[in-house]
């Protein structure tokens, strides 16, 4: 590793630092205000999305001011050194309003070749998940472990996770499912922290559709720097998101990848 990637990932742990500290005292509060983004659905944002991505913003507007930066809450601000901040302060505001732990906070790092530095953060039980070229750790309330993935190589002994049971259109629910048929165990509801367990060596298989390129390059290089997989349902590259699938082992990844990509695109 470089100097160069030190510093980042000295910058992306206080992005996560201050992002902890501005959203935290606004989980499990009674009275949160909570607005809808979208007209036709439910994707809400709080106070403490905007404040987070504000907070983060204007520390790499200090230490990055060259770099551009793609937030969740307030678009894409253009830079002119070729790397872009890709920051989703809250991922799973659901999750967050409900009062679960499944939230989290996603700092990504890309030159437009793909996500070369990620970070997962869960603010409340204090864990955080870092991957970069040569370093993929945990640290947490006790202490700081190496991330691996799981050597699982079939279906049938594979846990799947998802965040919403309905995965996306009715092709995408149908490929998800002829998959989950086939694992041992699925469950939903994870948003970000299914990836984090993946590359924690928990569990064995995330498949989502709909996501965007916020919601995923945390997640992607997090979990390529723990021996992980992850890709689209056509085994392209899902750093802009759309379909994903993520997987502890090549041959886990083939499997469900040669069940997925039966699915009609469009």
Not at 96 to 124: E, H, K, R
Not at 139 to 146: A, E, L, Q, S
Not at 155 to 166: G, N, Q, Y
Request: proline content about 5%; aromatic content about 8%.
């Amino acid at each position: 590793m470089t100097s160069d990637v030190y510093t980042d990932l000295a910058l992306a742990d206080l992005l996560a630092d201050t992002a902890r500290e501005v959203i935290l005292p606004h989980f499990r509060q009674s009275g949160l205000k909570t607005l809808n983004k979208d007209a036709s659905g439910f994707d809400p944002v709080t106070i403490a999305d905007r404040a987070a991505e504000t907070a983060m913003r204007d520390l790499l507007a200090i230490h990055r001011p060259d770099d551009g930066i793609w937030g969740e809450e307030f678009g894409i601000t253009q830079g002119n050194s070729g790397r872009q901040w890709v920051l989703d302060p809250i991922d799973g505001t659901r999750a967050f309003i409900s009062g679960t732990t499944t939230w989290g906070v996603l700092i990504a790092l890309t030159d437009g070749n793909g996500p070369s530095l990620g970070v997962i953060d869960q603010p409340y039980t204090r864990e955080r998940f870092i991957g970069a070229p040569g370093i993929a750790r945990m640290i947490g309330p006790f202490g700081t472990v190496d991330l691996a993935t799981k050597q699982t190589g079939t279906l049938d002994r594979a846990i799947l996770f998802s965040t919403f049971p309905e995965v996306g259109t009715t092709a995408e629910r149908a490929g998800f499912e002829s998959v989950a048929a086939q694992v041992m165990l699925t469950r939903f509801g994870m948003d970000c922290y299914a990836y984090a367990l993946l590359a924690a060596g928990q569990i064995d298989l995330v498949i989502e559709a709909g996501l965007n390129a916020y919601d995923i390059q945390a997640p992607i290089a997090v979990i390529q720097a723990a021996g992980g997989i992850v890709t689209d349902w056509q085994g392209r590259p899902a750093d802009q998101g759309g379909r994903v699938l993520a997987a502890a082992t090549p041959a886990l990844h083939a499997a469900a990848l040669a069940i997925l990509r039966q699915t009609p695109e469009g």
